[in-house]
C-alpha cells in the first residue's frame, strides 16, 4: 500500500537527500569536553542544531533536549514507533585516500566520508521517510519520532538522559544495524582481574607489558620490553612463537633491554575470531623464555593459560556454551599492564543468551581466584531480546522482502547497538549483507542506492506500524 507513491517520492528527491546527509557529514562531530549546553562539546552540538533546523525547514516540530538529544515528530498523534539514530562519530583516524574524512563526496555509486554509514546517513534517510510519508498527504493515526542522539559511540549517556523524562514507544527500530533484522543481542561480561607481587631484580626478567587500547577491540599490536635475555634465545623463541601463533614478532636490542613487538590482526571484541590477538601470542612467546623464577612470571603464566592465544570461546576458562537463539559465547583478552609489582588485565566476553552470572561470572570468578588472581568484576550486562514473531518485527521483515525481493530473517549479534536497554528494541538497517562500510574505519562509505532503500522501506514501516 503506498509503494508506488513512496518509491516516487524518494526518487525525486534522491539528489536533495544525498546533499542533506553531506551537510552533516561536513561537521566533525566526535564527542569533546563540554561546553555550556554542549554535553559533548561544539562538534555534536553543531551537527544536532544543523540537523533540527533542517528537519524545521521541512516543516516537522521538533524538540531539544538539553544538547543530548534532538527529535522530529511527524504528528500530534499518540506515540506509536521511535526511530533511534545518532549523529556523533568516531574520530577521523587516519590512512584515508577517497576524501577527506569531512569532505564528502559520491565516487562510483558510494558515498564517502566519516558518518555516511554510521549512523549520519541512515538518520536523514529515516528523516525524508518522515518527509515522504507528511508530504504525500498519507493518513495516519499514530506518531512515529525521530530521536537523534549525540552520544552512541561513547557511551550513550545521551540516551538515558531522554529516556529518565520521556518514554519508550511502543515500538523503536535503529537503523545503526544490519538488514535484515537484529532482534537479540547477547549479554556481556567485561572482566577485570588484577595481581600483585614482590619486585625481583632477578635476571634475566620481564621489565613490562603493554597491550590493548580498549576493552572492545582485540588487540592487533602488543609490547613486551625484558631484560638480561641472550639475543639468540629470544630470536629462537619468536620464531618459535611466530610458528605457533602466526603472529609476527620485532625485536629491537638496546644495551641489555631488548623491547618485544607483537604484531597480529585486530578486530572488534564481539568477532574475536576474525582477528589474531597480538597480546595472547606476545604471552606464547614470553612463556617460552627461560626468566629467573619469580612471582611476577607465575603471575604471567597464570593469565596465559586461562586464556591461550586462538581460545576465542572461554573454553579453558571453563564457560564454553552455545544456544539456538544466540549462537557461541566469545572471549576476546583485550587488555594487559604488566610491571614488577603487579598486573591489570581484562576481556571482553558476548554471552549466549543461556549465560548468566551463576554459569559464566562465577565460573570464571572461580577459576581466576584458583590461579591467585584476583577477579574484580561482579556484575553483567543482560542479553537483548525481541519476539522474532511479533506483529512489529514481521512488519520489518515484510517491507524488507518487498523492497529488496530478499528472504528476511532475524539475526542474533554479539555488539550492543542502541536499543540493547530498550523492551521492543531492534536493529532495522541501514547495513546490506555483504556490504563492509568500512564503519570506524578510513574511507567509510554508504551505498546511495542502499540509503535510498533504506528511505523507502522506513516509510513504508511507518506506514504499517503508524496507519
Not at 57 to 84: A, S, T
Not at 176 to 189: F, S
Amino acid at each position: 500500500m503506498y509503494k508506488e507513491k513512496i518509491d516516487a517520492f524518494i526518487d525525486a528527491h534522491v539528489d536533495e537527500m544525498i546533499e542533506d546527509i553531506c551537510e552533516l557529514c561536513r561537521i566533525n562531530s566526535e564527542r569533546m569536553p563540554a561546553e555550556e549546553d554542549m554535553p559533548y562539546g561544539p562538534g555534536p552540538a553543531e551537527c544536532l542544531d544543523a540537523a533540527l533546523d533542517m528537519a524545521e525547514g521541512y516543516g516537522f516540530d521538533v524538540v531539544d533536549y538539553d544538547g543530548y538529544v534532538g527529535c522530529v515528530d511527524l504528528n500530534e498523534m499518540p506515540k506509536q514507533l521511535d526511530i533511534l539514530a545518532h549523529l556523533d562519530v568516531v574520530p577521523a583516524g587516519e590512512g584515508w585516500e577517497v576524501t577527506g574524512p569531512f569532505d564528502p563526496i559520491v565516487k562510483d555509486g558510494k558515498l564517502y566520508g566519516r558518518g555516511t554509514a554510521d549512523d549520519k546517513g541512515p538518520a536523514v534517510a529515516a528523516l525524508y521517510a518522515m518527509r515522504a510519508v507528511k508530504e504525500l498527504g498519507i493518513p495516519l493515526t499514530k506518531n512515529v519520532r525521530l530521536i537523534m542522539g549525540t552520544d552512541e559511540e561513547c557511551g550513550s549517556s545521551d540516551i538515558k538522559h531522554y529516556y529518565a523524562v520521556e518514554k519508550e514507544a511502543p515500538m523503536t527500530f535503529s537503523p545503526d544495524g544490519e538488514y535484515p533484522v537484529v532482534n537479540v543481542e547477547k549479554g556481556r561480561l567485561s572482566g577485570h582481574f588484577t595481581a600483585s607481587f614482590d619486585p625481583s631484580e632477578a635476571l634475566p626478567r620481564l621489565v613490562s607489558v603493554k597491550a590493548g587500547t580498549k576493552i572492545n577491540v582485540v588487540p592487533g599490536k602488543a609490547k613486551a620490553t625484558v631484560e638480561g635475555m641472550d639475543g639468540a634465545v629470544l630470536a629462537d623463541a619468536a620464531k618459535a612463537a611466530e610458528t605457533e601463533t602466526g603472529v609476527t614478532f620485532e625485536l629491537a636490542q638496546d644495551g641489555a633491554f631488548c623491547t618485544i613487538t607483537a604484531v597480529g590482526k585486530g578486530a572488534h571484541a564481539s568477532t574475536p575470531e576474525e582477528g589474531n590477538n597480538a597480546l595472547t601470542a606476545l604471552l606464547v612467546l614470553l612463556c617460552k623464555l627461560p626468566f629467573a623464577a619469580c612471582p611476577q612470571m607465575d603471575a604471567v603464566k597464570s593469565v596465559a593459560a586461562l586464556m591461550p592465544h586462538g581460545d576465542v570461546n572461554g573454553t579453558t576458562l571453563g564457560v564454553d556454551m552455545t544456544d539456538e537463539v544466540s549462537g557461541r559465547l566469545t572471549l576476546a583478552f583485550s587488555m594487559l599492564t604488566v610491571d614488577a609489582s603487579g598486573l591489570d588485565g581484562e576481556f571482553d566476553s558476548r554471552v549466549s543468551v543461556c549465560g548468566n552470572e551463576e554459569n559464566v561470572l562465577n565460573v570464571v570468578k572461580a577459576k581466576m581466584t584458583e590461579s591467585g588472581l584476583n577477579f574484580l568484576t561482579d556484575s553483567m550486562s543482560p542479553p537483548h531480546m525481541v519476539d522474532g514473531d511479533s506483529e512489529f518485527v514481521r512488519t520489518l521483515l515484510r517491507a524488507y522482502e518487498t523492497y529488496t525481493g530478499k528472504k528476511g530473517e532475524c539475526l542474533a549479534i554479539g555488539g550492543g547497538t542502541y536499543v540493547h536497554s530498550l523492551k521492543n528494541g531492534v536493529a532495522f538497517g541501514a547495513s546490506m549483507p555483504g556490504t563492509d562500510n568500512k564503519m570506524h574505519g578510513a574511507d567509510e562509505f554508504a551505498v546511495v542506492e542502499e540509503l535510498v532503500l533504506s528511505a523507502k522501506m522506513f516509510a513504508q514501516v511507518i506506514v504499517d506500524l503508524c496507519k
